[in-house]
């Protein structure tokens, strides 16, 4: 059985700075692209930054220059490093990845989710 386990999250004041974590545990041969999604109230589940297993990353325009997604292959870890936050970007987080368990299957896999919130 593969999970992801997300934390980090938290309460930070507008213009702070939070750090997310997401590993992978269980059967995994592989992990490839991983991702955060945020969904908030309400809303619709909406892509973050996604991060190619080669390190290739990709920002919503909403948290360019101010986000940073990374990983740890080494640790089947994805990190969202958010800074200069702002309340709109309350909302649950989730982890996103596609992680293969043998060489011949791939499956998408998503974490639980973890809560920020963003006060004025």
């Known amino acids: 059985q593969v999970h992801l386990v997300e934390s980090g999250g938290g309460l930070v004041q507008s213009g702070g700075s939070l750090r997310l974590s997401c590993e992978g545990t269980g059967n995994i041969y592989r992990i490839n692209n991983m991702a955060w999604y945020r969904q908030a109230p309400g809303e619709e589940r909406d892509l973050v930054a996604t991060?190619?297993?080669?390190?290739?990353?990709h920002y919503v325009d909403s948290v360019k220059d101010r986000f940073t997604i990374s990983r740890d292959n080494a640790k089947n870890t994805v990190y969202l490093q958010m800074n200069n936050q702002k309340l709109e970007d309350t909302a649950v987080y989730l982890c996103f990845a596609e992680i293969q368990v043998s060489t011949n299957y791939e499956y998408e896999y998503w974490g639980q989710g973890t809560q920020v919130t963003v006060s004025s």
């Open positions: 991060i190619q297993r080669g390190g290739e990353t």
